[in-house]
């Protein structure tokens, strides 16, 4: 609910408390990343996206959000890298993405992350 208020600090306090009690469940951590993104904190944000993949490398919606990450730090050539890595466990069925608003989203956005390369 933060997150989704623009509340960053608030998500990043409320998301630590539920890392140290979920401390495996990578959503949580990606989540950490993005909020961590929008205070424009992106060392700290890198470190809870690769946290995410550590806890769970076939997390698809890490990668995707890992490469709008790096290309709004000017990362271009690493968001091109992670979004690829996003499309080939995406595209296994078991990752696949469902969320219809989610893949509007994606598609929104992946033209801007792919032009770069």
Do not use: W
């Not at 997150?3 to 998500?11: C, R």
């Not at 993104?37 to 690769?50: G, P, Q, R, T, V």
């Not at 709004?72 to 890298?81: D, F, P, T």
């Not at 996003?86 to 069925?93: A, D, L, R």
Request: glycine share 4%; hydrophobic share 45%.
């Amino acid at each position: 609910m933060h997150l989704n208020m623009n509340q960053y600090a608030s998500a990043a306090h409320f998301l630590s408390a539920a890392i140290n009690r979920r401390p495996k469940y990578a959503p949580l951590y990606m989540l950490m990343g993005i909020t961590l993104m929008h205070l424009e904190d992106y060392n700290n944000s890198k470190e809870a996206f690769e946290s995410a993949i550590a806890c769970n490398p076939e997390y698809a919606l890490t990668y995707f959000n890992y490469a709008v990450m790096l290309y709004n730090e000017g990362k271009k050539s690493g968001a091109v890298a992670k979004y690829t890595i996003f499309e080939e466990v995406n595209g296994k069925e078991a990752n696949k993405i469902k969320d219809r608003e989610m893949i509007a989203a994606i598609e929104r956005i992946a033209p801007a992350i792919v032009s770069e390369s």
